[in-house]
């Protein structure tokens, strides 16, 4: 048994507009105020930092230029321990 057009049509319309959100900018959205590490930040105060402010990430910043990005994943990663190393790293 086949679905009529009308009712396929209006099915693909219907899911086009739930993904319509995906069209929007992110400068609505994104934080404005902030807040950088440097490299040397310890990880008890990345820790910190993630508890105060609920962030899953940071930039990290070197003499005003964005080095790179830690993100809560990276901060457990310093705790996973396998067979061939059982220290953190």
Aim: glycine share 4%.
């Amino acid at each position: 048994m086949s679905v009529n057009p009308p009712l396929q049509a209006d099915r693909r319309a219907k899911q086009m507009s739930m993904y319509r959100f995906l069209e929007c900018t992110v400068g609505p959205y994104m934080t404005r105020d902030v807040i950088v590490v440097t490299p040397d930040v310890t990880l008890r105060d990345l820790e910190a930092l993630f508890a105060a402010r609920g962030f899953n990430a940071f930039p990290v910043v070197e003499r005003d230029r964005v080095v790179g990005v830690v993100t809560k994943f990276d901060f457990l990663k310093a705790f996973v321990f396998t067979t061939q190393q059982m220290v953190p790293h």
